[in-house]
T-cell receptor, first 115, second 107 residues
Framework: EPEVTQTPSHQVTQMGQEVILRCVPI?????FYWYRQILGQKVEFLVS????????KSEIFDDQFSVERPDGSNFTLKIRSTKLEDSAMYFC?????????????FGEGSRLTVL | KNEVEQSPQNLTAQEGEFITINCSYS?????LHWLQQHPGGGIVSLFM???GKKKHGRLIATINIQEKHSSLHITASHPRDSAVYIC?????????FGTGTRLQVFP
């Protein structure tokens, strides 16, 4: 069973719509990361989240993006008003404990298609 | 210029060949990951290194902190090793990814 589960696996949305992507760990992970990968390009860092606060964010992570841990276990990435260029695979990852301590567990990814 | 560079970008091998993939980085790091991404898109962590060398089965990863360079070796390559191999470095609290090396191993 995967350490990190992401939902939905694929979402198609209209430009301008809000999208929420979810990440659920099995064990008690403290660190979370969101990354995205536009088709054919490299994986890019979006945001790191530690103990219910944003630790670091990239230039990509503008005001359209937000992260939350609404119930202490689920971990969400919200895109408020999607643009065509938001179409990508979004990955959630967690080191399973303190950052930089070992294996990094990735979710299977959520493919977002914006029309 | 990318902060993490990988070479080669594409690699084709015959089954049984010894494979080397290289990674160079230009930023300060606390650790380096080698990751494997399969055609379906899923990413799996292979190694995390902060110094020296690690081995897992047919895979060996090395890192030279002074030279800011890491290598991933695959001994006795097999068609199931076909995937994209990604080097990623921890810089402050984020991972910076290389562009990946696409490996195809033919029987």
């Amino acid at each position: 069973e995967p350490e990190v589960t992401q939902t939905p696996s694929h979402q198609v949305t209209q430009m301008g719509q809000e999208v929420i992507l979810r990440c659920v760990p099995i064990s008690n992970h403290l660190y979370f990361y969101w990354y995205r990968q536009i088709l054919g390009q490299k994986v890019e860092f979006l945001v790191s989240f530690y103990n219910n606060e944003i630790s670091e964010k990239s230039e990509i992570f503008d005001d359209q993006f937000s992260v939350e841990r609404p119930d202490g276990s689920n971990f969400t990435l919200k895109i408020r008003s999607t643009k065509l260029e938001d179409s990508a695979m979004y990955f959630c990852a967690s080191p399973g404990g303190a950052a930089n301590t070992g294996e990094l567990f990735f979710g299977e990814g959520s493919r977002l298609t914006v029309l | 210029k990318n902060e993490v560079e990988q070479s080669p970008q594409n690699l084709t091998a015959q089954e049984g060949e010894f494979i080397t993939i290289n990674c160079s980085y230009s930023v300060g790091i606390s650790a380096l990951h080698w990751l494997q991404q399969h055609p379906g898109g899923g990413i799996v962590s292979l190694f995390m290194l902060s110094s020296g060398k690690k081995k897992h089965g047919r895979l060996i990863a090395t890192i030279n902190i002074q030279e800011k360079h890491s290598s991933l070796h695959i001994t006795a390559s097999h068609p199931r090793d076909s995937a994209v191999y990604i080097c990623a470095v921890y810089n402050t609290d984020k991972l910076i990814f290389g562009t990946g090396t696409r490996l195809q191993v033919f029987p």
